[in-house]
């Protein structure tokens, strides 16, 4: 049997392994974040009644399959550094502010959760981005690019904010 020579450089070299495994709990949390969000987003887009309600949920339905992409891209990212993707048993649920409303008509509560959810992972990731700048290029550029995301998901949201504070609705 030959044996592998691991990396000298990069978050894939021995020298790096407390390094790798902090921002592996990084991505645990990340991967959480993204899961929660999708059970949050699934509820709400099916919940809200009236007309007004139906540009928030078609906007919900699109946006569950891109955070459910982001949960995969941070669970095999946990993979590449050699983590394990937590099982469903260490889920715990962070999202007061995405619980369905007393009155399902309420729609400012569903746009108003949305935008905390959305700016809690821009947070998040915008931490993971600073920290992983000069070691994990590969974690860095993939948590960029969902950053983007996020930061349109909230702008959308904002957007619908307006709106309804300019009719003095919210
Ligand atoms: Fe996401
Ligand atoms: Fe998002």
């Known amino acids: 049997m030959t044996t592998i020579r691991s990396a000298a450089q990069g978050i894939l070299?021995?020298?790096?392994?407390?390094?790798?495994?902090q921002f592996i709990d990084l991505l645990k949390q990340a991967y959480w974040m993204e899961i929660e969000t999708v059970m949050s987003y699934i509820a709400n887009s099916i919940n809200p009644d009236g007309v007004r309600?139906?540009?928030i949920v078609e906007s919900l339905q699109q946006d569950i399959q891109e955070e459910l992409g982001h949960a995969q891209q941070f669970a095999q990212r946990i993979k590449e550094l050699y983590g394990v993707?937590?099982?469903s048993a260490d889920f715990s649920a962070e999202q007061t502010y995405l619980q369905p409303p007393e009155h399902q008509t309420d729609i400012v509560h569903v746009i108003?959760?949305?935008?905390?959810?959305?700016?809690?992972?821009?947070?998040?990731?915008?931490?993971?981005?600073?920290?992983?700048?000069?070691?994990d290029p590969v974690t860095n550029d993939m948590v960029i690019d969902i950053l983007r995301d996020e930061e349109g998901h909230r702008r959308l949201f904002e957007g619908y904010?307006?709106?309804?504070e300019a009719e003095g609705l919210a």
């Open 112 to 135: 108003k959760g949305v935008i905390e959810a959305e700016t809690g992972a821009i947070e998040h990731y915008n931490r993971i981005i600073q920290e992983t700048e000069s070691i």
């Open 85 to 87: 993707v937590p099982g």
């Open 13 to 21: 070299a021995d020298d790096n392994t407390q390094q790798r495994e």
């Open 53 to 55: 309600a139906q540009e």
């Open 161 to 164: 904010l307006r709106e309804y």
